[in-house]
């Protein structure tokens, strides 16, 4: 892997980084927001400064519109918009729009991407990814789907219910998760405003960075046609996975954006506090902090950059991801959880940045697959791969 950045990449990144700071990060106190995050008024403003700029759904490919970026272009433009925690939103790249995206471009259909896809890519609508339900239903193991789809004529007719659906307040379309009649599960395209889809609450949560929130979703015999099955009929696990990986990896690419914002207001903190006659930053026990935060950045970075490396080599990467989702997450929560003890009494207020930043970050340990989830994972690969050496 060669980690030398081209000079169109490296103007990429800096364009991207004072787009941030000049653009972004002043809308951060902007009092369109409500308890889940942006609003859509403040969302649809930041779209249109990320489309003056040339920087609207960077991931997206040329002929969509976008510029067709990498994974490990990705890995540099996402970390440079999470330096905000409405950069992703103004980029287009926040979840679940930006792996809806990834995903469709692979599985639709000429005339889905059409009506779905084209008009998200140009930010003019959003999504949501409804496979996650309430117990005994799917969760951490998807293989306990209980959302239905039974075939009537030339439609299909989906019941269940979901829930942490990220975004579902306000999304214009969705993709859901349905078990079929053989067991099989297939993902189905859907307008929001169809008739027997609906909004049942959307719930408290501690991050506040998503338009929309999470919510309960009820879909009751919603009739769905056949020419909207996203993909072919009973492939919506595999077509998960399509999703899964890459999406995995761009949650540790805006998130390591947000953990090294923290170490900047930690260090510059750190470097100007007095305490017992010298600078904070002097005293050994915040000087080790600082180091341990800068490890933990850049071994968060190399993981990312290695598995983005990998999917630009056509490897499905699925292992490499889960380790990368693993590692990053809990690094970059130690990076946070330092800069709030040592900012002190600021790090614990919205004196600065890094408060929000921290109970934005804790979900990140269980989004796509919690941490153990990865591991018994992991583990399970290990010991087949060691089983074949033998």
Not at 104 to 125: D, N
Not at 153 to 163: F, M, Q, S, V
Request: aromatic fraction near 8%; hydrophobic fraction near 40%.
């Amino acid at each position: 892997m060669n980690f030398d950045l081209s000079p169109e990449l490296l103007e990429l990144r800096d364009r991207t980084r004072r787009f941030i700071a000049e653009q972004v990060i002043p809308l951060e106190s902007d009092a369109r927001h409500d308890s889940h995050g942006p609003s859509e008024a403040l969302r649809r403003e930041l779209i249109e400064r990320a489309r003056a700029a040339g920087l609207l759904t960077p991931h997206a490919s040329t002929s969509m519109g976008g510029l067709g970026l990498s994974h490990v272009a990705k890995a540099v433009v996402f970390e440079e918009a999470g330096y905000s925690w409405l950069g992703p939103t103004a980029l287009n790249i926040h979840a679940p729009d930006e792996g809806n995206i990834h995903l469709m471009e692979a599985v639709a259909s000429e005339a889905q991407k059409a009506r779905w896809l084209r008009p998200q890519v140009e930010g003019r609508t959003r999504s949501c990814f409804a496979m996650t339900e309430p117990s005994p239903g799917a969760g951490a193991d998807p293989s306990m789907l209980a959302t239905t789809a039974v075939r009537d004529g030339d439609d299909y007719l989906i019941t269940g219910r979901k829930w942490f659906i990220t975004g579902a307040s306000g999304a214009d379309y969705a993709i859901v998760m349905a078990r079929m009649e053989d067991g099989t599960a297939t993902m189905f395209l859907t307008d929001m405003n169809r008739e027997g889809i609906r909004l049942e609450r959307s719930m408290e949560a501690m991050d506040r960075c998503f338009t929309g929130g999470h919510g309960v979703l009820a879909f009751e015999r919603v009739r769905i046609p056949a020419s909207d099955v996203l993909g072919e009929v009973g492939k919506g696990f595999r077509y998960a996975q399509v999703r899964l990986a890459p999406a995995r990896l761009t949650h540790c690419m805006r998130w390591l954006g947000q953990a090294r914002r923290a170490h900047d207001i930690a260090t510059a903190y750190a470097r100007e506090r007095q305490a017992f006659g010298k600078p904070l930053g002097a005293h050994e026990g915040v000087g080790f902090m600082l180091a341990d935060n800068d490890m933990d950045l850049q071994t968060s970075r190399l993981h990312i950059w290695h598995t983005a490396w990998l999917l630009d080599q056509g490897q499905r990467g699925n292992f490499e991801s889960s380790r990368a989702k693993v590692v990053c997450s809990e690094a970059l929560w130690r990076t946070v959880d330092r800069c709030v003890q040592m900012l002190g009494g600021q790090g614990v207020t919205a004196e600065t940045a890094v408060m929000r930043i921290f109970m934005d970050m804790r979900a990140f340990r269980i989004y796509d697959g919690p941490s153990e989830v990865h591991r018994w994972s992991m583990a399970r690969k290990i010991v087949e791969a060691s089983e074949g050496k033998a």
